[in-house]
């Protein structure tokens, strides 16, 4: 596995970016535009959502702890059933959104219950709110398409978001890299 290169602040934030909202009504290209840049700028979407998680724990550290444990457990557990269990893989397979989903709402549950959401949230929403806007507003630019253009031609080398990204059943497409 390789470690995607980090971007500079200008192109990742600063002069060099460019920021539209996506047209809703062609979903496609805006799921493409979305995994292209996650893809692009996962070194950059990692630092920043450690920062902005480390600067929430900072504030709170025992609820956090919890909460993360907490997440830790029940993603841990449809790792290891969907690797150990032929059914749970084969649910995973058929239905990621909905597994992951219903996974996110048993961990909050079990947050909820210990008192610890309002910081979960924070900590560890607010990180990927983050990125997920970012990833659907940045438009890309010619280097980034042409890493879209590797990566589903399988040129390019497997990255953690490249896995993080295969684990939910999401894959890139190469119909809207123009």
């Given at each position: 596995m390789d470690i995607a290169p980090l971007?500079?602040?200008?192109?990742?934030?600063?002069k060099d970016s460019r920021f539209q909202v996506p047209d809703f009504n062609n979903v496609d290209?805006?799921?493409n535009r979305l995994v292209s840049n996650l893809l692009y700028y996962q070194t950059n979407y990692f630092?920043?959502?450690l920062i902005i998680f480390l600067l929430i724990g900072f504030l709170n550290p025992g609820k956090m702890?919890?909460?993360?444990?907490?997440?830790c457990a029940k993603f841990g557990l449809l790792?290891?059933?969907?690797?150990?269990?032929?059914?749970?893989?084969?649910?995973?397979?058929?239905?990621?959104?909905?597994?992951?989903?219903?996974?996110f709402c048993?961990?909050?549950?079990?947050?909820?219950?210990?008192?610890?959401?309002l910081v979960f949230l924070m900590g560890v929403m607010l990180p990927i709110v983050?990125?997920?806007?970012?990833?659907?507003?940045?438009?890309?630019?010619?280097?980034?398409?042409?890493?879209?253009v590797a990566g589903v031609t399988g040129v390019a080398k497997k990255t953690p978001m490249a896995l993080i990204l295969d684990e939910w059943g999401i894959e890139p497409d190469m119909k809207y890299i123009s």
């Open positions: 971007r500079s602040m200008d192109e990742f934030l600063l290209k805006f799921f630092l920043s959502a702890l919890v909460g993360i444990l907490v997440m790792y290891y059933l969907s690797n150990k269990q032929a059914q749970v893989k084969t649910v995973k397979k058929e239905h990621p959104t909905l597994v992951m989903l219903a996974t048993a961990g909050y549950f079990f947050i909820y219950q210990s008192g610890c959401i983050f990125v997920i806007v970012h990833a659907s507003l940045r438009l890309r630019n010619l280097k980034n398409k042409i890493a879209s």
